[in-house]
């Protein structure tokens, strides 16, 4: 059974700085991409950043480019993501995805697993 547990999430000021972890377990594959969406109340749940699992190839939605760095423990097939800079308009809850596709992709329905979800909420 593959499982997807997230933590480090928080409340913060704007500017500051999170560091959020996903651990799998169970998980059947070598390749793939794992990476972040989030989602608020009442919105689609969006693409935030994914890393391929092998190669480590990594993809930023528009809105989080210079400011999150996603990166990954290939052994531990854990990945993170550093969040720097902050904006209240980064507060969402924060999902861990996990699919095997060979392309990046920012769509939800590319990922297969799915993790319960971590808040992050940032103040101004």
């Known amino acids: 059974q593959v499982q997807l547990v997230e933590s480090g999430g928080g409340s913060v000021q704007a500017g500051g700085s999170l560091r959020l972890s996903c651990a799998a377990s169970?998980?059947?594959?070598?390749?793939?991409?794992m990476g972040w969406f989030r989602q608020t109340p009442g919105k689609e749940r969006e693409g935030v950043a994914i890393i391929g699992i092998n190669l480590g190839r990594t993809t930023y939605a528009d809105s989080v480019k210079g400011r999150f760095t996603i990166s990954r423990d290939k052994e531990k097939k854990t990945v993170y993501l550093e969040m720097n800079n902050l904006k209240p308009e980064d507060t969402a809850m924060y999902y861990c995805a996990a699919g095997s596709r060979v392309s990046p992709s920012l769509q939800r329905a590319d990922y297969n697993y799915w993790g319960q979800g971590t808040q992050v909420t940032v103040s101004s």
């Open positions: 169970g998980y059947p594959y070598s390749t793939g991409f």
